[in-house]
């Protein structure tokens, strides 16, 4: 039998990239390094502009999202250094086609860029041999701001087959309070659960925790090949009372906890709309209460339903604290995506808190702006902190980042030129000093 070799607890990789005329993916020397300076709190605005406000969009509804304001330019001669986490969900993109599809604007909260990047695939290459990811880059013009260039920065996670990831130990945790009573929520839960069931193996085992008013448990842990048993306990759920979403994880978890796999896929899989409003239900408290299970090595995965109440600031807070993604569900096309095709990236991770860091040259790179990732910003000696959480990456699955890039002695609008920043004419030719992963 085929020994599944993933990559997972603290291990650190530190890679080095000179670029040199790099306009395409590129593979570039690599060295080691590591900083521990703080990153400075000053940031660059427009000309004549002010620090950008809280979105003036409002939503008919009691929907809920976190105001996130853009990343602005950076002097690169101040702050050399850019980290962040690469955690990455993807419900941005689903639950903004959800309102597009619907004829209505999205509001703009709603909009994470790097959320919107990343739900596509990209054409990268496989990492070689036991390497766990590949780092990828490549160089552009800005369409939208002449004179400035775009760097692409990805990580192609190790693709492991179906067959050859290790046993799931999955407990669905299923919001069927009365929220949840519509087309939208409960009964396509039902059905995006089916396709799951119906690819499971024999080895693996499922749990079922519902939770309203007060949280159960509606199946015990059942081997995967007992799909006639599962399907039964799914199709028997209905939606009424309120929404104790606390109790519900705590019951979760245990049952994870039990049935714990050594060296397997071990997750809760929430489904719910996210209006928790019965005992532990606040953003802060849910995070704590989060924050707290995720030391037992136990996984979440979070799938938001519906519309009109969608408390997509929770959700994302919940997935980020606990080790794991969230996806929108708008349509069973979209559970198959997430559910299916890419299990290995949304079900199994083959790495933890990976966080990325690049140095640029202040030399011929006079401010930059990373696109997105505003709430994944991590401080510099953040970085070489074991203890400071960041994200995971699943099997198979691809983190793209993006910077919009001033070079040295370009004139912008975006940036003052200001004593102290030396001015160049050369054309760039080295944009970037390091990249740093740490996984």
């Not at 239900?281 to 299970?293: G, H």
């Amino acid at each position: 039998m085929k020994k599944t070799i993933y990559f997972s607890g603290a291990i650190l990789i530190l890679l080095v990239f000179i670029f040199e005329n790099c306009g395409s993916r590129s593979s570039c020397p690599a060295y080691g390094y590591a900083g521990s300076e703080r990153i400075t709190e000053r940031r660059l605005y427009p000309w004549n502009s002010n620090k950008p406000s809280k979105s003036a969009d409002m939503v008919s509804s009691s929907e809920s999202y976190d105001s996130i304001p853009e990343n602005n330019f950076i002097f690169s001669e101040e702050e050399p250094v850019s980290t962040f986490s690469a955690d990455v969900d993807r419900a941005s993109y689903s639950n903004i086609r959800r309102f597009l599809t619907s004829g209505q604007k999205p509001p703009s909260d709603a909009v994470r860029i790097e959320e919107m990047i990343n739900y596509f695939h990209y054409d990268y290459e496989q990492p070689k041999e036991n390497d766990p990811v590949k780092i990828v880059t490549e160089l552009a013009e800005c369409p939208w701001n002449e004179g400035n260039q775009l760097l692409l920065v990805a990580l192609q996670g190790k693709n492991i087959s179906y067959e050859n990831l290790p046993a799931s130990n999955l407990v669905f945790l299923v919001d069927v309070s009365g929220s949840m009573n519509s087309p939208d929520r409960l009964p396509l839960l039902k059905s995006s659960f089916e396709l799951l069931v119906n690819n499971l193996r024999a080895k693996d085992k499922i749990s079922i925790v519902v939770y309203a008013g007060a949280a159960g448990l509606v199946l015990p842990a059942t081997n995967g090949n007992e799909k006639t048993k599962i399907m039964e306990a799914i199709n028997n759920l209905s939606a009424g009372g309120s929404t104790a979403g606390g109790a519900g994880i705590n019951l979760a978890y245990s049952v994870a906890q039990a049935n714990f796999i050594a060296g397997g896929n071990n997750r809760v899989i929430l489904a719910t709309d996210g209006d928790f409003n019965v005992g532990v239900s606040s953003d802060s408290a849910m995070e704590t209460l989060i924050v707290d299970k995720r030391k037992s090595n136990i996984f979440l995965t979070c799938l938001g339903f519906g519309r009109g109440n969608l408390k997509d600031s929770k959700m994302e807070k919940l997935a980020d604290k606990g080790n794991g993604n969230y996806s929108y569900i708008d349509n069973i096309n979209e559970a198959k995506k997430v559910l299916i095709t890419e299990f290995g990236g949304t079900m199994y991770a083959i790495a933890k808190d990976v966080k990325i860091q690049i140095q640029f040259n202040s030399e011929n790179v006079k401010a930059y702006r990373l696109i997105g990732y505003e709430n994944r910003m991590l401080r510099k000696e953040d970085f070489t902190d074991d203890k400071k959480d960041a994200g995971e990456m699943g099997s198979g699955h691809t983190v793209t980042a993006i910077y919009e890039i001033i070079p040295a002695g370009i004139q912008s609008v975006y940036i003052k030129d200001e004593q102290g920043i030396k001015k160049r004419n050369q054309d760039p030719l080295e944009k970037i000093d390091r990249i740093n992963m740490g996984v």
